[in-house]
């Protein structure tokens, strides 16, 4: 059997940390097994339902790497198979119209509500022969036949073997008065007809479960295998919330986080390796199991997540950061010094990508301020003689970061100075502030026709 999971989001709320998790899983899964991995945009809500959070899981998804196997399915458009389902119930009796109105309805639950009983439908259409006089009839919904006796055992891979009782369930509608097909009724069918092996979603969903076993036998369809993943809590256990972090997932590279920062981050959340925290992509894949994911909530925790991404910054390779580098940078970066050779000067020093791009940002664009603090504090009356030297020597000379290095720290031992006192207004000239990577590689990078030209410039505007 090849495995094959899904991602199946709602476009009516932005997808945000939790959702991604269980995105991850369900891909992690498939990955793992070689299968496949299917996204689907169950859109089926039109009211609630908006472009925008459509775009937000496609391109939350693309940040993180969760490639998905052939075009995003957009439920809404399968709307003809679900009313095929519907009726194929009806016809088997497996299904019925109900008539009651709301005002029925309604009365029906204050008097459960007043004998201590949970709240479900009470079957009155369940039995009936002929439809309702017209007159005394509601426009109809479609209820499933749901067995009154026995029980529903969920096998879940993640939170073991779970009964329900099927007299707590009630006949759950599947078809609407405006005849849309119902999510319980839809799931099924689309999961069934896509041939997923294995259902990989938030415990929320946990209590359809047992309806929707209970519709595919009904409709003679293979039960797949589920594995519900409990959800993420705050800090404070308290749910998941905007306070505690939980945003649309794009705004995490707004915030400049990596994809795989995230991800690494993610996928702890809930399952473990022995001890392990830190995990490259492909580890991930390994490793990854269902049997390891944890049966009780996780705790999101921001400390963990910052620190994964300095790390996951240090440790990436350069080429693997461009992109997400030159997000932020938006420059033109042809006429300087490669992006690659930038990265590594910076990726010791920096927390997050946005510290990352603004720090790779003066290799291309030579500043037009100079930090007034900076240069009352380090350019003093022998300052323009030392850069004279400097110039001097540089133009003469082949150019190095190393040997301009060299030369910055002769001059300044034949004056019986320290370094900083060349090194500190160079870098203020080329950068506008008194702080860079090291200054071999700092002018390395640069080249010596550019950092002349900087040193020229600057010191022009700072005497004028
Ligand atoms: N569309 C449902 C949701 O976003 C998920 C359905 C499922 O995974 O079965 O909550």
Known sequence: MTVKTRFAPSPTGMLHIGGARTALFSWLYARHFGGEFVLRIEDTDKERSTDEA????????????????????????????????????????????????????????????????????????????????????????????????????VKDLVLGDVCFPNEELDDLIIQRTD??????????????????????????????????????????LNVPQFAHIPLIHGADGAKMSKRHGSIAITEYREKGYLPHAVNNYLA????????????????LIEYFDLAHVGASPSRFDQDKLDWLNAHWIKASNPEDLVDEVNYFLKIDTTNGADLVDVIPALQERSKNIIELADGARMFY?????????????????????????FMSKAEAEDWSGEAAHQWIADICEAEGVNMGKLAQPIRILIAGVPVSPPIDVTLG????????????????ALKG
């Open 365 to 389: 664009v030579a500043p037009t301020e100079y930090q007034e603090k900076a240069v009352k504090k380090n350019f003093k009356e022998g300052t323009w003689a030392l850069l004279d030297t």
């Open 179 to 220: 005849g849309t097909p119902t999510y319980n009724l839809a799931v099924v069918v689309d999961d069934a007809d896509m041939g997923i092996t294995h259902v990989v979603r938030g415990s929320d969903h946990l209590n359809n479960t047992p309806r929707q076993i209970q519709m595919y036998e009904a409709l003679g």
């Open 445 to 460: 990078l640069l080249g010596k026709e550019e950092t002349l030209k900087r040193i020229k410039t600057g010191i022009a």
């Open 268 to 283: 702890r959340l809930g399952w473990s390796h022995g001890d392990d925290e830190v995990f490259s992509q492909a580890q």
């Open 54 to 153: 459509t775009q937000v899981i496609l391109d939350g998804m693309k940040w993180l790497g969760l490639d998905w196997d052939g075009e995003p399915i957009f439920q809404g458009a399968r709307q003809d198979k679900h009313i095929a389902a519907v009726n194929q119930l009806l016809d088997e009796g497996k299904a019925y119209k109900c008539y009651c109105s709301k005002e029925k309805l309604d009365t029906m639950r204050e008097k459960q509500r007043i004998e201590g009983k949970k709240a479900m439908y009470d079957g009155t259409c369940r039995n009936l022969t002929d439809a309702p006089a017209q007159s005394e009839r509601s426009p109809f919904v479609v209820r499933f036949k749901s067995p009154e006796n026995g029980e529903t055992w």
